[in-house]
């Protein structure tokens, strides 16, 4: 009798789908009927990505780059929630939204039609409609179980990762502004240089520097900005693997910052427009796609 309840049991088990898969080789996954461990994204009560679909999760910028050229956009034209589970543990939701649809929604999101043309690079966004003067809000997609369910299939990358290094600010002279870029994945990463780009291209793909005081006011530099947004090497530097490299960038004509405390936010840059997944790689490296949001408090004497 206890044989029998096991095995019943065993089989409810397997039916839920809370199984381990095995490989796709040896058993066929179809993603609609079971939950797999590793990374996955559910939408109308099934799998639509998994571990399985995944080349690598860039973790800095949030990108899953995906192992084939599967149009995954056609798959999820309906808006709608999802949710991302990370061994078949639930982590967050999500929505799947329209750009042109008429309202905005707050927290994780995946925008349809994607940013990035290449139709193997899923991007999962974040909205933050009410950030504190002081402190942004926490990011459920940074969370430690997604980490390791990645790192399980050997689909996580850090990504390049971005800090603020430095503030400086003077009447006189403006503000210097240095950040740190840390790269400590086994790939060399190009980024935009804004010595190469000079700094009216490097405000446009970037919007500049904004401080905010504690009564919610905004202080900022005064930049033209000139267009460009294509993924040109020749306008960008390399940071090698297990490296890290500091950009400082002057604002010489920034609005006059009375003495208080701030919050400093900046918009760290990749390339917007790629013609394909193909063009990331170069000869020494890759190009990094993604942008991310740097904070900082700042006190002025």
């Given at each position: 009798m206890r044989r029998a309840i096991a095995l019943l049991?065993?089989?409810?088990?397997?039916?839920?789908?809370?199984?381990?898969?095995?490989?796709p080789v040896e058993e066929?996954?179809?993603?609609?009927?079971?939950?797999?461990?590793?990374?996955?994204?559910?939408?109308?009560?099934?799998?639509?990505?998994?571990h399985y679909d995944i080349d690598y999760y860039d973790y800095s910028a949030h990108l899953i780059y995906l192992k084939n050229a599967i149009v995954f956009e056609e798959e999820f034209k309906n808006m709608g929630p999802a949710t991302v589970y990370a061994d078949s543990t639930r982590i967050y939701d999500l929505s799947f939204v329209s750009l042109a649809a008429s309202?905005?929604?707050?927290?994780?999101?995946?925008?349809?039609?994607?940013?990035?043309p290449a139709e193997d690079i899923v991007p999962i966004d974040q909205v933050w409609m009410n950030v504190p003067l002081f402190a942004p809000?926490?990011?459920?997609?940074?969370?430690?179980?997604?980490?390791?369910a990645l790192k399980k299939y050997g689909q996580f990358r850090h990504g390049l990762q971005v800090e603020i290094?430095?503030?400086?600010?003077?009447?006189?002279?403006?503000?210097?502004l240095e950040l740190e870029l840390r790269n400590e994945?086994?790939?060399?990463?190009?980024?935009?240089?804004?010595?190469?780009?000079?700094?009216?291209?490097?405000?446009?793909v970037t919007n500049g520097l904004f401080l905010k005081d504690a009564t919610g006011k905004s202080y900022t530099h005064h930049i033209q900005g000139l267009s460009w947004e294509t993924a040109d090497p020749d306008r960008m530097s390399l940071?090698?693997?297990?490296?890290?490299?500091?950009?400082?960038?002057?604002?010489?004509?920034?609005?006059?910052?009375?003495?208080?405390?701030?919050?400093?936010?900046?918009?760290?840059?990749?390339?917007?427009?790629?013609?394909?997944r193909e063009d990331l790689d170069l000869e020494?490296?890759?190009?990094?796609?993604?942008e991310l949001d740097l904070y900082l408090t700042v006190e002025i004497q």
């Open positions: 049991v065993l089989l409810l088990f397997v039916l839920a789908g809370c199984e381990k898969e095995k490989d066929p996954l179809d993603p609609s009927l079971h939950l797999t461990d590793g990374f996955c994204l559910v939408k109308d009560s099934h799998v639509v990505l998994n309202y905005i929604p707050e927290g994780p999101v995946i925008w349809f039609p994607f940013w990035f809000l926490e990011d459920p997609r940074a969370d430690i179980r997604i980490v390791e290094f430095s503030f400086w600010y003077s009447e006189e002279e403006g503000v210097i994945d086994a790939v060399n990463y190009y980024y935009y240089d804004p010595e190469k780009l000079g700094m009216e291209h490097y405000h446009y940071v090698e693997a297990d490296s890290s490299v500091v950009v400082s960038l002057t604002y010489e004509d920034f609005d006059l910052l009375p003495p208080g405390s701030y919050m400093a936010h900046f918009r760290f840059p990749g390339p917007i427009r790629i013609e394909s020494d490296g890759r190009i990094w796609l993604g």
